[in-house]
């Protein structure tokens, strides 16, 4: 029985080159795998504060498409007041000094 023992010692403290190859194999990969782990970490934390920098440009980018979206809408409403064939009369009277023959102007006087 001591040479079994002997025996079994001796095969379990040398290592099959084999096994040395797969155990470097694997140390390599994990090494690598940790290493791109790592760099995609610090690529995630670096990309954050460019990310809430482009959200809140993009908040005031659509804040001033807000206000540009109403400006548009008052200059549509004066261009379809100005140049609505029905109103052409009104238009005129509103935008020019001139009175028909037919009016008068009155001054009050205190």
Known sequence: MSRQRRSRSKSVSTANPE?????????????????????AIVSLFKLIPYQWSQQAQLKEIRVEVEETEKRVSQLR????????????????EEQSPRLYPTQRRIFWLN
């Open 77 to 92: 409403d004066d261009f379809r007041h100005n140049f609505d064939p029905h109103k052409t009369e009104k238009v005129m």
């Open 19 to 39: 096994h040395q190859w797969i155990a470097t194999e694997i140390a390599i990969k994990l090494a690598t795998n940790s290493i791109l782990s790592a760099l």
